[in-house]
């Protein structure tokens, strides 16, 4: 371990950083701006000088770049020479030339990097007094706030663009002082991860613009530690509130997690929490119409509803653990249902069955980044799991650093490294229904029906492993692709495996799980990650493992064949007409005696309700959910609740007679000690009686403002904070603010760094994981998984579109597809309309174009769509987006069966289709 001196201090440092990521490792105050740690190094803004010495007797030194020098032993710098210092200082002011000074206006105020890095350099006067130069804004679409003239030219934003997220829409244009970033015109920015030029960028060039509709200052929000709602990943957030309003989400570093970014949808999704369609509170039915009424009629509502009957609980994917927990052990283990369609519900339990039982690694998204070849097998994950695509992004690049590291290039050295790999990166194969926009840095794709992409896989494990059953009838061009990607996968250190629900097809899941088997058998490095729709999909299959067949059909013919329609049914967070067709939903209900429905928001199931109780969101609950990689996390309320909103657990404890929760601790451990699959849970994060030296932590900053008049409408006094007993954080600003466990870490904030770059001070190691561990537990890993189970040997049949209707394969939009970002208005103007998509010579053969109608008949409903031309599709097969407001009741079984389509003329969707499966 090399030895340096910084500033007369001797330390111990790790050789394998450049000496601003040591200095900052070290706790030194070191300004920059064009170094990002998940970008590595360029030198192009000068900011980060310091003065290095040849030996202890040389006096004058020499100004290096500290991001461009590499660590040797015996170094000694100088962080303070006052040359250096100077120079620094001169960086600030050649940068202000041209930069407004209006801080006071700018959204980025208050939490600016530049702000920050002008105080550390010393820079306090301008000198420069003349013209400025200016430019012209873009609309960059609902996402993103464009203003140019606050822009100094460190190109952080193309480098991320560009070179991280390998998108080319945004570019830099011009030269010298009039260099602009943009696009080529105004238009809505096409990368998956915009949003995180919010927090790349060091000014306020690019903003939150739906932050600035309701917009505060960072010191103004109140924030807590949470997790992303839309999908399975599992990212870290911090959202943020001010006066019972949601204002943003911002990303909360995960080291094992997502890391420095988010996606789109994850960030700009969370609006739907201000909806004007939330339930505000109880509602009874009263003849025709549901009529507002009070906590405790509501209670006596039920009693009635349920009293001399069986009761039925229909559980969420979207709810937590201990919810779907409280409201099984209202009704029953034999009782409780998973609210998933039997196609969705086996997925999720076949998941959960190759998770406990695989000897490969179940990868984390940043063992998903060290990857060197990687197979993704019927999942779009730049639509089903963004995040977890954008880590794959960064796996194919492992072949350049590998080519870096043999040419004695630190991995840091940005443009080296790029220069070097040029166009190489490390294999990837996408076998997908249709084309996805991965494809382009994909070594080989491949496009195919569900059935037949599982026969691939299984043929892929049997080329890996003799042992594996084999498939016989593939031709020469399958089992072309099939030997080069066996061959790929059993050559590479750390082959990756990638599926999931996305095609709706146990088997295709199943063929993953032979595949990492296979390569496991030979290779201790190799892992597999399973993607799953919904934020606690696998939570859900765990607290359902005892009963694999619970699922919503189970629930449905137990109520109409069984209880004969003396049964009332309670509807946990979970539109039913979103899981399967609106007849059989409409049976359901009308069979049962009562439906009592738990839910933030009204919709076609709260519709139906005799009883609908008003359920806190994310933002005003706490509870566990589990990840795709079995990471149990805790996420907490932001805010407290208003009125009658209560968390579901908390109705769901009112309602059960029999049990005494009064925290959620106390419900968390229940449900830990109901399976050995969940016993971890506990260990997400701290518990309600967690203190540091006797206080809470405070969830607002220390420079919160406005506490009186928040309220002064009310009274002039200042009104007593809300206070919650569910959790060790506190609704105010009194409280432990630094030296925090990073589960219960609110926000970022350190002297000096009031941006989001404050992160460094809380990582082991820069890129690294937090100080105390990554928030979370794993519930499951190679090193805790059963014995591992046989080979799936039941192999589809070679499926042959078109000779019985068109086949159907879903496709999945990041923008639309999921349930809670839809009711965003800035996710909603990226999201498409319903189409039908079919290839060319399928839409020619039908008479229709891009400018046509179809009429889609299936068991589920029928639908007037228009037509989308995807050459990615073969013959006989029509896609149809999974998740779109106005296709509910395609979820599921209808993928994989068949479509009667024809040409139609009418653009008007069948009138008597409901929201529910069509409009």
Not at 86 to 111: A, K, L, Q, W, Y
Request: charged share 20%; glycine share 8%.
């Amino acid at each position: 371990m090399p030895t340096i001196v910084i500033d007369g201090e001797p330390y111990d440092v790790d050789g394998d950083k450049n000496l601003l990521e040591t200095c900052l490792q070290l706790d030194k105050d070191l300004p920059y701006f064009c170094w990002h740690p998940a970008m590595g190094s360029v030198g192009s803004c000068r900011q980060c000088a310091v003065t290095q010495y040849q030996d202890e007797n040389d006096e004058r030194g020499r100004m290096v770049m500290s991001c461009m020098t590499p660590i040797t032993d015996g170094m000694i710098v100088s962080l303070k020479d006052e040359a250096t210092q100077e120079f620094r200082d001169s960086c600030i002011e050649t940068v202000m030339t041209n930069h407004p000074h209006d801080c006071p206006v700018c959204e980025e105020g208050g939490e600016c990097h530049l702000q920050d890095m002008t105080n550390m350099s010393g820079h306090t006067q301008r000198v420069y007094q003349g013209p400025k130069r200016t430019h012209r804004n873009q609309d960059l679409g609902p996402f993103i706030n464009h203003e140019m003239n606050r822009c100094i030219a460190c190109y952080r934003c193309v480098r991320y663009y560009q070179d991280y997220v390998g998108d080319t829409d945004l570019q830099a244009q011009g030269s010298g002082a009039k260099v602009f970033f943009g696009r080529h015109k105004d238009g809505a920015l096409e990368s998956e991860f915009s949003g995180n030029l919010v927090e790349v960028c060091p000014t306020g060039v690019f903003t939150d613009k739906t932050f600035s509709k309701h917009f505060v200052r960072k010191w103004d929000l109140q924030s807590a530690p949470s997790v992303c709602m839309h999908c399975a990943i599992g990212c870290n957030t911090s959202p943020g509130e001010r006066n019972g309003t949601l204002r943003r989400i911002v990303n909360r570093y995960n080291g094992d997690v997502n890391g420095y970014f988010l996606c789109d949808r994850g960030r700009f999704g969370y609006d739907f929490v201000n909806d004007q369609r939330r339930l505000a509170e109880p509602l009874v039915q009263q003849g025709d119409s549901l009529d507002s009424t009070d906590r405790d009629d509501a209670l006596a509502q039920y009693a009635n509803l349920s009293a001399d009957c069986e009761v039925i609980g229909i559980g969420s994917p979207r709810a937590s653990l201990e919810a779907n927990f409280a409201l099984q052990q209202l009704v029953g283990e034999d009782n409780f249902y998973s609210g998933l369609a039997s196609s969705e519900q086996a997925l999720h339990q076949t998941s959960l069955t190759v998770l406990e039982s695989t000897s490969a690694l179940i990868a984390s998204l940043r063992q998903v980044e060290q990857a060197d070849a990687v197979l993704v097998l019927g999942e779009d994950i730049l639509n089903t799991a963004p995040r977890l695509a954008l880590a794959v992004k960064q796996a194919t690049k492992n072949l350049g650093l590998n080519m870096a590291a043999d040419a004695r290039i630190p991995s840091w050295q940005a443009a080296a490294v790029k220069n070097l790999a040029q166009n190489q990166r490390s294999p990837l194969f996408m076998l997908t229904p249709a084309a996805t926009r991965m494809d382009s840095i994909a070594q080989s794709c491949h496009n195919d029906v569900p059935a037949n992409l599982a026969r691939l896989g299984m043929a892929i494990a049997n080329a890996i492993d003799g042992g594996a059953p084999g498939v016989n009838d593939l031709d020469d061009q399958e089992k072309e692709l099939v030997a080069v990607i066996a061959e790929t996968l059993k050559g590479a250190s750390k082959p990756l495996v990638i599926s999931g629900s996305g095609c709706f097809d146990v088997a295709v899941v199943q063929a993953a799980a032979n595949i990492s088997r296979a390569l496991a058998a030979e290779n201790d490095k190799a892992a597999i990650h399973l993607v799953l729709p919904e934020v606690n999909s696998l939570g859900l299959a765990m607290l359902c493992s005892k009963k694999p067949e619970a699922d919503l059909n189970a629930a449905m013919k137990r109520t109409v064949d069984q209880v004969n329609g003396q049964a009332a049914v309670v509807v946990l967070e979970n539109d039913l007409y979103r899981r399967a067709g609106k007849g059989l939903v409409d049976d359901f209900f009308d069979a049962a005696q009562s439906v009592v429905v738990i839910d933030s928001f009204h919709n076609d199931t709260t519709a139906r309700a005799q009883l609908a109780l008003p359920a806190a969101t994310f933002a005003e609950s706490e509870g566990t959910m589990v990840s795709s990689e079995a990471r149990a996390q805790r996420y907490f309320a932001v805010h407290n609740t208003e009125g009658y909103v209560a968390s579901s657990w908390k109705w769901l404890a009112e309602l059960n007679k029999s049990v005494s929760w009064t925290h959620l601790d106390q419900l968390t451990a229940a449900c830990a000690n109901s399976s050995p699959l969940l016993a971890g849970i506990t260990l997400a994060a701290p518990d309600r009686e967690f203190r540091l030296n006797d206080q809470k932590v405070a969830r607002q900053s220390h420079r919160y403002s406005g506490r009186g008049s928040a309220t002064a409408h009310i009274s002039v006094n200042e009104t007593r904070v809300a206070q919650d007993d569910e959790s060790a954080l506190a609704f105010s600003m009194e409280g432990r603010q630094s030296n925090l466990p990073p589960a219960l870490q609110p926000g970022i904030w350190s002297p000096g760094w009031n941006s989001n770059e404050a992160i460094n001070k809380f990582q082991d190691e820069i890129g690294g994981h937090l100080k105390g561990g990554d928030p979370g537990i794993r519930l499951l890993d190679k090193a805790t998984a059963g014995t591992q189970s046989g080979w799936f040997d039941s192999i589809p049949q070679k499926s042959m579109p078109g000779s019985q209707g068109y086949r159907l394969v879903p496709l999945h939009h990041i923008f639309g597809s999921e349930e809670f970002s839809s009711g965003s208005n800035a996710i909603a103007q990226r999201s498409p309309k319903p189409y039908a998509a079919l290839c060319a010579a399928d839409a020619s053969a039908l008479e229709v174009d891009q400018q046509g109608w179809l009429k889609v008949e299936l068991n589920s409903g029928q639908w007037t769509l228009s037509v989308a031309v995807d050459d990615s599709l073969p013959r006989g097969v029509l896609g149809l987006p999974s998740g779109l407001t106005g296709l509910g009741g395609l979820q599921g079984a209808a993928y994989g069966g068949s479509a009667s389509i024809s040409k139609t003329q009418s653009p008007v969707i069948a009138s008597d289709q409901t929201s529910g499966g069509g409009e």
